[in-house]
């Protein structure tokens, strides 16, 4: 019986260092399948915050264009507003120059008219007439028409058109 009960201990050790090396397999097993889910998780928890960072970066750059367009924009209004006031004021200045030229104009208009009549009056005080012109008698008062014979023979034609438009 001897030779039996060691073929059955040795059976029997068999059996349970087969049933051992299985626990120790599906043990390591068990440990590397969640070893894997693990690993798995991670990654899936890094995918995730990789995308979730890549949208965040696409936000600001989408951003940074978007804010990029609008100071492009906001300039162009500036540059154009300021060629705008500059322009505005060549305008006001070129007026206030002609206002002045005008203003001149008028004064020298009326000198030469205040020395017409003066003329015209010294020609009614002569009672002969000048050559060429036909000089009525005209009260000191009436229109700076009824003078312009009269300064156009005294001054000329050329003189007047240099008087009136500045030419010297």
């Given amino acids: 019986?001897?030779?039996?009960a060691l073929y059955l201990a040795r059976q029997l050790a068999s059996t349970v260092q087969d049933q051992l090396q299985k626990q120790r397999d599906d043990a390591r097993d068990r440990e590397q399948r969640a070893?894997?889910?693990?690993?798995?998780?991670q990654q899936v928890a890094q995918d995730r915050e990789q995308r979730a960072m890549d949208l965040e970066f696409e936000r600001e750059r989408r951003a940074d264009v978007r804010d990029?367009?609008?100071f492009d924009h906001f300039?162009?209004?500036?540059?154009?507003?300021?060629?705008?006031?500059?322009?505005?004021?060549?305008?006001?200045?070129?007026a206030a120059g002609l206002e002045?030229?005008?203003?001149?104009?008028?004064?020298?208009?009326?000198?030469?008219?205040?020395a017409a009549v003066e003329r015209s009056n010294v020609a009614h005080d002569d009672t002969q007439p000048i050559s060429?012109?036909?000089?009525?008698?005209?009260h000191p008062n009436h229109s700076i028409v009824d003078a312009l014979p009269v300064v156009s023979h005294v001054f000329g034609?050329?003189?007047?058109?240099?008087f009136f438009f500045n030419e010297k």
């Fill in 75 to 94: 300039r162009d209004y500036l540059d154009t507003t300021r060629s705008d006031l500059k322009d505005a004021s060549l305008v006001r200045e070129r």
């Fill in 157 to 162: 034609a050329s003189t007047l058109k240099s």
């Fill in 68 to 70: 990029s367009r609008l």
């Fill in 100 to 114: 002045l030229q005008l203003k001149h104009s008028e004064e020298r208009a009326a000198a030469v008219a205040a």
């Fill in 132 to 138: 060429g012109t036909s000089i009525q008698t005209t």
């Fill in 1 to 4: 019986m001897s030779a039996d």
């Fill in 35 to 41: 070893m894997d889910r693990e690993l798995h998780q």
